[in-house]
């Protein structure tokens, strides 16, 4: 009885807790943005969810659901890099050439990049940048 019993007090305490970063991630499929935003936030701030990161970087660079803000992008997308998150590499050069800063970073990240995601290489022929080989 008393395993029962804790069994159903786990199950009911985690039924509790929502799993914002799953929530967001949904959204974010659906297409539902601001939804995604709202989540990817608070897996943030109740979840320590550091792939939130991510996402909320490419919703402000690209203005998935909001207006487009690349400045507000860096530091998400900055965080996701030092995560080791490589398409962010990719995206956060992006902002960086969208915002004229950095450059000499923006190109090292694609340059990085590259090697790992032909993302960073979409990027960089959309805006005429040679790499690497």
Same mark, same amino acid.
Request: with cysteine.
């Given at each position: 009885?008393?395993?029962?019993?804790?069994?159903?007090?786990?199950?009911?305490?985690?039924?509790?807790?929502?799993?914002?970063?799953?929530?967001?991630?949904? $959204?974010?499929?659906? &297409? #539902?943005?601001?939804?995604?935003?709202?989540?990817? =936030?608070?897996?943030? %701030?109740?979840? !320590?969810?550091?792939?939130?990161?991510?996402?909320?970087?490419?919703?402000?660079?690209?203005?998935?659901?909001?207006?487009?803000?690349?400045?507000?992008?860096?530091?998400?997308?900055?965080? $996701?890099?030092?995560? &080791? #998150?490589?398409?962010?590499?990719?995206?956060?050069? =992006?902002?960086?050439? %969208?915002?004229? !800063?950095?450059?000499?970073?923006?190109?090292?990240?694609?340059?990085?990049?590259?090697?790992?995601?032909?993302?960073?290489?979409?990027?960089?022929?959309?805006?005429?940048?040679?790499?690497?080989?």
């Amino acid at each position: 009885m008393l395993k029962t019993f804790f069994c159903t007090s786990v199950l009911l305490s985690s039924a509790l807790y929502a799993d914002h970063f799953r929530d967001a991630t949904l $959204a974010y499929r659906g &297409g #539902n943005f601001e939804e995604a935003r709202k989540n990817f =936030e608070r897996s943030i %701030k109740k979840e !320590s969810c550091w792939q939130s990161y991510f996402y909320l970087g490419k919703i402000y660079l690209y203005g998935e659901g909001i207006d487009a803000n690349p400045s507000h992008a860096i530091p998400y997308l900055e965080h $996701a890099v030092m995560r &080791g #998150n490589v398409k962010a590499k990719c995206y956060l050069a =992006e902002a960086y050439m %969208k915002t004229h !800063s950095k450059p000499d970073e923006a190109l090292l990240l694609l340059n990085q990049g590259a090697k790992e995601s032909s993302l960073c290489r979409e990027i960089a022929a959309s805006y005429a940048i040679l790499l690497n080989s």
